[in-house]
């Protein structure tokens, strides 16, 4: 029985406490229903408050209006406390230069945040869009910590339904004859999460039919162990952190010396990849140093490594910057932005292919191998341009083609894998768009 795993699954977890009140996110979906009419069911046993709490993204016109009227019905035949909030997705979108989909991700978040104060809040994240997650991460590159999936707690946010399956969900609704509106928007697959949602599970149910089941044993035993792995890391720490000094940590093992490396940079705000810890862990076990960002580095020697300050180099070419790329406008050099914007590709064959005079560039967006770097040219850069079948030198390219008065200001962007865009010259080869792009990232750079 759902309500059973439900309850089970929050008392695991340390979700909640008696006389907590829980704010709901109630978009109207299945999801989203099943979790308000669970928490209301289970609120006596749980001695806790329940309200429901619902975002209206105004993208779908009298639909989105319709789902709102909907919810507020619900919450007041359920005797629940109920709100709505309405956001301009649209308008958020076209200023910040976002996909639809992450503009209004991003003002969910926000909304839920300023009305959960002092609260829990409660998400309807199940099994099924846990497992997407996964493969979502896997696909784009990921270690123990991606594989683990959705966190059921994060800070005050909670996620009861992840060990239920969208099945059970749909079970547990029915037996109550509960309605539930559906967004159109999920019916396609004009995301790569809806493509694995309508695509890669229906196959790997045609392999094991309980495939989803299984997941919920598998990315618990994972999360499991990833906490081992933290429990280790926060030990390491505690006993290696002298300020931003980490003394005598090569006693340990590659997988708890990178994480807190990483947990070293991502304190001082500072963008890593895959690739980048590699390269400290290098140079904490061989004594060395490598430009982390701006005048900052790594500094290993002995088994320790240090984030430095070196403010005697002057400002060239020769000094790596580096920050993390964001969707939206990016600013590593004076009087230059560069601008992402993540966009669906329902036709490619509209799309001008990209070459070294197009205003703007075309990435295929779900290519990209996990955390990018943007950054300002390294000695040695190479890469495998589009429809070359051979790798080239940054620095001939560059001398070829590039005027030298904008040389030292030129972007570049790396993945975990390597360079994936260089400003000027093009495109890695295994980041070009094609026919089975659903979403690419378009790049502009504008220089005042």
């Known amino acids: 029985m759902m309500l059973t795993k439900v309850y089970k699954f929050i008392i695991e977890n340390n979700m909640l406490s008696a006389g907590d009140t829980v704010v709901c996110g109630l978009s109207g979906g299945a999801d989203s229903v099943a979790l308000l009419c669970s928490m209301v069911e289970l609120k006596e046993k749980l001695g806790i408050n329940v309200e429901a709490l619902h975002v209206n993204h105004c993208l779908r016109g009298a639909e989105s209006d319709g789902d709102e009227a909907f919810c507020r019905r619900l919450c007041s035949r359920l005797a629940i406390p109920f709100s709505a909030v309405s956001c301009d997705v649209r308008a958020y979108s076209e200023k910040n230069s976002l996909s639809t989909e992450e503009a209004a991700r991003i003002l969910r978040y926000d909304i839920f945040k300023d009305c959960s104060h002092g609260k829990k809040l ?221 966009v669906e590709c329902d036709n490619l064959k509209k799309i001008e292919a990209v070459h070294k005079k197009s205003t703007f560039y075309l990435l295929d967006y779900d290519k990209i191998n996990g955390r990018t770097v943007l950054r300002s040219r390294k000695f040695g850069d190479k890469i495998r341009l589009s429809g070359r079948n051979f790798t080239s030198s940054v620095k001939k390219l560059i001398n070829e083609t590039i005027d030298a008065g904008i040389r030292p200001t030129l972007h570049f962007i790396e993945d975990e894998s390597g360079t994936i865009f260089a400003e000027g010259i093009g495109i890695a080869d295994r980041v070009v768009p094609d026919n089975n792009t659903v979403r690419c990232l378009k790049i502009i750079i504008k220089r005042h």
């Open 122 to 342: 409660a998400t309807a994240h199940n099994a099924n869009d846990n497992l997407e997650t996964v493969i979502l991460n896997l696909a784009r590159g990921t270690g123990v910590k991606g594989l683990a999936g959705i966190p059921p707690v994060r800070d005050n946010i909670i996620r009861p339904l992840l060990s239920v399956s969208r099945n059970e969900i749909e079970e547990f609704l029915s037996e109550r004859s509960q309605p539930y509106v559906t967004d159109s928007t999920n019916l396609s697959d004009d995301y790569t999460r809806n493509m694995i949602r309508h695509k890669i599970l229906p196959l790997l149910n045609e392999i094991n039919s309980s495939s989803v089941e299984t997941s919920v044993r598998s990315i618990k035993t994972i999360r499991e162990e990833n906490a081992f792995i933290d429990s280790s890391v926060d030990e390491a720490m505690s006993r290696c952190r002298f300020g931003n000094r980490l003394e005598g940590l090569d006693a340990y093992p590659p997988v708890i010396r990178k994480r807190c490396i990483s947990r070293l940079l991502a304190e001082n705000d500072l963008p890593y990849s895959h690739k980048r810890l590699e390269e400290a862990d290098h140079t904490l076990m061989n004594n060395g140093r490598i430009n982390i960002s701006g005048n900052l580095y790594l500094s290993g020697s002995n088994g320790s490594i240090e984030l430095v300050t070196i403010d005697n180099i002057s400002h060239s070419s020769e000094l790596n910057i580096e920050a993390p790329l964001n969707i939206g406008i990016n600013r590593i050099f004076e009087n230059c932005e560069l601008i992402c914007e993540i």
